[in-house]
Nanobody
């Protein structure tokens, strides 16, 4: 069982940046693929980005997602999501998730453990 705790969300003005963190409890964190998803009000859960346990990265192909950067620090059992040039459409609850097996995935169903989420609200 892995416990994931997100932090770093809050209220930010449009154009600003945030770095979200996700701390994992498990000692085998370095062997998990880690993903970030978000869910805006009234919408489904959406893939943001992921990083494999080997460091390989996966993002949405649309260039609009180039504002998002995923990284990890295995020594701290933590994965990060850097978001730049925030806009109102980025308002959502952001979740991190851990995938035990397979190649790093954009599919939420492939992830085994989820955090409670952290709210990001962008004001215009």
């Amino acid at each position: 069982q892995v416990q994931l705790v997100e932090s770093g969300g809050g209220l930010v003005q449009a154009g600003g940046s945030l770095r979200l963190s996700c701390a994992a409890s498990a000692g085998t964190f370095s062997r998990y693929n880690m993903g970030w998803f978000r869910q805006a009000p009234g919408k489904g859960r959406e893939f943001v980005g992921a990083i494999g346990w080997t460091g390989d990265l996966l993002y949405q192909k649309d260039s609009a997602w180039g504002r998002f950067t995923v990284s990890r620090d295995n020594a701290k059992n933590t994965v990060y999501l850097q978001v730049n040039s925030l806009n109102a459409e980025d308002t959502a609850v952001y979740y991190c998730a851990a995938q035990r097996r397979g190649t790093v995935s954009a599919a939420s169903g492939e992830y085994d453990y989820w955090g409670q989420g952290t709210q990001v609200t962008v004001s215009s």
